[in-house]
Structures are given as structure tokens and as C-alpha cells.
Nanobody, 125 residues
Framework: VQLQACGGGLVQVGGSLRLSCVIAGDTFDSYVIGWYRQLSGKEREFVASIGWPDTYYEDSVKDRFTISRNDAENTVYLQMNSLKPEDTGVYYC?????????????????????WGKGTLVTVSS
């Protein structure tokens, strides 16, 4: 399966961005899809995931970010509102044949099988 993330860019503090992840190459609804990010100088970390249609969020984003999926378009979205400078980083989408969104969020990223290339989000103050 192939994943392509896009939608990153430069935004001011408090602004919004919507990231998209298009999945191709296999049955879209076989996968739990997640978003991860790598902040400067830090390890890649979990942000949010979505199953059918359960969702799971990292605590620092759960009141600001919303993950959704459009099965007809094989696309998962990450709507990011109230952005902060500490949200700056490269965002990646990932897919795995997991059981639930929470299970994906709790497992090691090294166990995730499919990754897309990242898209850069920069929040300026």
C-alpha cells in the first residue's frame, strides 16, 4: 500500500491547516490510518488515528485536531486548529492492519508497516 501526505505549509499561531493522506494499492477500509509527527530534534511521535470509525488522539492535540476519513476517496484528513509553534514539524501518515485506532496509538511506531513521505508544517509566531 502507498500513502501520500500533503497539505502542509506555513501558518501563523492560532491558524488552521488541513492535511490529507491518500492511500492506494490495497483495500482502503482494511487499514487503520494514523498521523505522526517529528518535531525538531525529537523522535517521531503519534498524533491521531482512525479506524471504523473510532478515533484516538495524543493528549496535547485532542481538543484542537480532528481526524476523519472519506472511504469513497481513499483519503484521511487531519484538521488542525489553534496551531501552536510547538506543532511545527514534519507530519507523516501511516497505515497498518490494526484492530482499533487506540491500538495503533499505543503501539510502537516501529511496528507500523506502511509510511508515507512527510509534509512540513511550520507555525510562526
Amino acid at each position: 500500500v502507498q500513502l501520500q501526505a500533503c497539505g502542509g505549509g506555513l501558518v501563523q499561531v492560532g491558524g488552521s491547516l488541513r492535511l490529507s493522506c491518500v492511500i492506494a494499492g490495497d483495500t482502503f477500509d482494511s487499514y487503520v490510518i494514523g498521523w505522526y509527527r517529528q518535531l525538531s530534534g525529537k523522535e517521531r511521535e503519534f498524533v491521531a488515528s482512525i479506524g471504523w470509525p473510532d478515533t484516538y488522539y495524543e493528549d496535547s492535540v485532542k481538543d484542537r485536531f480532528t481526524i476523519s476519513r472519506n472511504d469513497a476517496e481513499n483519503t484521511v484528513y487531519l484538521q488542525m486548529n489553534s496551531l501552536k509553534p510547538e506543532d511545527t514539524g514534519v507530519y507523516y501518515c501511516a497505515a497498518d492492519r490494526g484492530s482499533t485506532a487506540q491500538a495503533m496509538g499505543l503501539q510502537s511506531r516501529y511496528d507500523i508497516h506502511y509510511w508515507g513521505k512527510g509534509t512540513l508544517v511550520t507555525v510562526s509566531s
